[in-house]
Nanobody, 118 residues
Framework: QVQLVESGGGLVQAGGSLRLSCAAS????????MAWFRQTPGKEREFVAH????????TYADSVKGRFTISRDNAKNTAYLQMNSLKPEDTAIYYC???????????WGQGTQVTVSS
């Protein structure tokens, strides 16, 4: 198990940027692939981005491709989500998640609110 704590959310105008951080406890962070998801009231949690163990491979939802960048620093036990050109429809609670390769995402943070005003 790994404990995850997100930070960096807030209120930003459309077109602005935010950088979310996900700090992980323990010394096994590099064994987990990391991902970001988001959720708005009344909707299911949706996938945003994923990064592999070494940070050499990333995947994005079509809705954020070209605007968001996921990264990780294994020395700091932290994953990041750089969000640029934000749109009001990006407003959501953003969650980071971790999984061992070949397993499901069963380690989740508490979430951080991102609000984009028009």
């Amino acid at each position: 198990q790994v404990q995850l704590v997100e930070s960096g959310g807030g209120l930003v105008q459309a077109g602005g940027s935010l950088r979310l951080s996900c700090a992980a406890s323990g010394r096994t962070f590099s064994r987990y692939t990391m991902a970001w998801f988001r959720q708005t009231p009344g909707k299911e949690r949706e996938f945003v981005a994923h990064i592999n163990l070494l940070g050499s491979s990333t995947t994005y939802a079509d809705s954020v491709k070209g605007r968001f960048t996921i990264s990780r620093d294994n020395a700091k036990n932290t994953a990041y989500l750089q969000m640029n050109s934000l749109k009001p429809e990006d407003t959501a609670i953003y969650y980071c998640a971790a999984r061992l390769p070949g397993t499901t995402f069963d380690n989740w943070g508490q979430g951080t609110q991102v609000t984009v005003s028009s």
